[in-house]
């Protein structure tokens, strides 16, 4: 059974780079029929898709980051990281990692905190 645990620091100062990684076990993130994602959730706020990783190594993002967004993998650690630049007390959220199969999120770590401030 696959299992994704997020990993990174849980405070980031505005203007900084938010790092996390989401190390996958129980399966390989270059398997074919998966695809592996980052999702947040800001505090009393829904569920946002950030961006997405696929098992050949090409990636999208969420129009809504205008950029600022990126998302990359070690193949050899079966990783994948988010890093989001000039992050704001707005980008304070749990942080989520998840597999995608076909369309649906089958897969999710169990989240992270991030607080965004000074």
């Known amino acids: 059974q696959v299992q994704l645990q997020e990993s990174g620091p849980g405070l980031v100062k505005p203007s900084q780079t938010l790092s996390l990684t989401c190390t996958v076990s129980?399966?390989?993130?270059?398997?074919?029929?998966?695809?592996w994602t980052w999702i947040r959730q800001p505090p009393g706020k829904g569920l946002e898709w950030m961006g997405v990783?696929?098992?050949?190594?090409?990636?999208y993002y969420s129009p809504s980051l205008k950029s600022r967004a990126s998302i990359s993998r070690d193949t050899s650690k079966n990783q994948f990281s988010l890093q989001l630049s000039s992050v704001t007390p707005e980008d304070t959220a749990v942080y989520y990692c998840?597999?995608?199969?076909?369309?649906?999120?089958?897969?999710w770590g169990q989240g992270t905190l991030v607080t965004a401030s000074s």
């Open positions: 998840a597999r995608m199969n076909e369309n649906a999120l089958d897969a």
């Open positions: 129980g399966g390989s993130i270059t398997n074919s029929y998966h695809a």
């Open positions: 990783i696929r098992h050949e190594g090409s990636t």
